[in-house]
């Protein structure tokens, strides 16, 4: 799935620019990022915006704007800049070339012809997220049936993530009835994932982090709804939307699922580098989590995603063996999180993530690993110092 392109609109003339917004904010694979309305100051102001293209209309004052095309595109030669005006003037866009630009669209744009030439001239260039991200963007915790602990596996691995301070990370509560994401870290948010998509066409990068609650850890958390109702007022197609603005802003995107198979999870699942799913080896649990496991491979590159990790391990010892379960489901359990009741218990009672409760227990251990091995460049570049091999485990 391609990140969304991040382009900022610079023209101080209210009559075309309204319009553009409108233009680039109905683009499924356009972030208008920012709007800005002074070419004198735009140069000032890109610098505090990771943006990889910038549409500068040329109509309100020429001369000055193609100064501005100019100081952008040797401030940063990667830039796109994009001039655009209403007249197709030959020595205007000459003017343009020759300052740095890459091409000359004519207004009024059409939709499909913009986007083709982002498409065309935006080259990826590493992640613009602050920090370094070598690892899956989007993570998918689900599962086959609820009380399984998908949502506690969600939060502590979000939780482990965000604590080896590597890359800005955000834990999305996609359970839309019944979530406890919040209630997991004792969080109460000001804004809800159904305020933010009804506000989805205003946002920009700075209105986004505004819109996240963060936990102590650091972790950026985005709650379900607060009414059940509001679940059915979702859009899938603009939480897809949503869903690559977040990819876009953040190092790392967590997503608990709900266990409905709603047209919001399968988006979720599409847009997702790993499916994280969670199981048991108890009869019901594992028949059903194969049965998941079936329809994830039905649909084109999902079944590469899947990576299995088994909760409560050694509760049902004797009932299935992993071996056992591996052949079953045709996959490898990647991860063993044990039976360890009374530290999950305190972590739920207190609203904290695993590591706050029992740092250093074998559970917490899992998740580094599973932190680790999903993102092995967390413990290259860890500025805690190292004690030995498995030092950063306790």
């Not at 070419?39 to 004052?61: E, F, I, P, S, W």
């Not at 939780?159 to 955000?170: V, Y």
């Not at 996240?212 to 939480?239: C, K, N, W």
Request: net charge negative.
């Amino acid at each position: 799935m391609l990140d969304l392109i991040r382009v900022v609109l610079i023209d101080p003339s209210e009559p075309t620019r309204e319009p553009l917004k409108r233009l680039l904010g109905g683009m499924s694979r356009v972030w208008l990022a920012e709007s800005l309305t002074d070419y004198q100051d735009a140069a000032r102001q890109m610098k505090d915006l990771a943006v990889q293209a910038a549409l500068v209309v040329l109509d309100h004052d020429p001369g000055r704007a193609i100064e501005l095309i100019a100081t952008l595109t040797q401030a940063d030669p990667e830039l796109v800049v994009v001039p655009a005006s209403s007249k197709s003037d030959g020595s205007l866009i000459i003017k343009s070339v020759r300052a740095g630009a890459r091409e000359f669209v004519t207004l009024p744009a059409e939709p499909a012809e913009l986007l083709e030439t982002f498409s065309r001239l935006v080259k990826p260039r590493g992640n613009l997220t602050s920090g370094g991200n070598s690892g899956p963007r989007v993570i998918t915790v689900t599962g086959a049936s609820g009380g399984i602990g998908c949502t506690s596996v969600a939060v502590n691995l979000a939780a482990t993530i965000a604590s080896l301070k590597q890359h800005e990370s955000l834990l999305l509560d996609l359970d839309l009835a019944f979530g406890s994401v919040d209630a997991g870290l004792d969080v109460a948010g000001d804004y809800t994932l159904t305020q933010v998509l009804q506000c989805f066409d205003r946002l920009d990068l700075t209105l986004l982090k505004r819109s996240m609650t963060r936990h102590q850890s650091g972790l950026y958390v985005l709650p379900r709804p607060v009414d059940i109702h509001e679940a059915a007022t979702v859009d899938p197609e603009v939480f897809r939307r949503l869903l690559g603005l977040l990819r876009a802003a953040y190092g790392t995107v967590i997503i608990d699922a709900s266990k409905g198979l709603q047209a919001t999870d399968f988006v979720a699942y599409e847009m997702s580098d790993v499916i994280l799913v969670v199981t048991q080896l108890d009869l019901i649990c594992l028949r059903n989590t194969t049965r998941l496991v079936q329809l994830l491979r039905q649909f084109d590159g999902l079944g590469d995603r899947i990576k299995i990790i088994e909760n409560r391990a050694g509760l049902f010892d004797g009932e299935i063996s992993r071996a056992r379960a591996e052949e079953t489901l045709k996959l490898p359990i990647s991860w063993q999180i044990p039976d360890a009741v009374k530290p999950f218990q305190a972590a739920r009672t207190q609203g904290s993530p695993i590591a706050d409760v029992a740092k250093g227990s074998r559970a917490h251990q899992v998740f580094l690993e599973a932190a680790r091995a999903l993102w092995p460049q967390l413990e290259e570049d860890s500025n805690k110092p190292r004690r030995g091999l498995f030092a950063a485990f306790f």
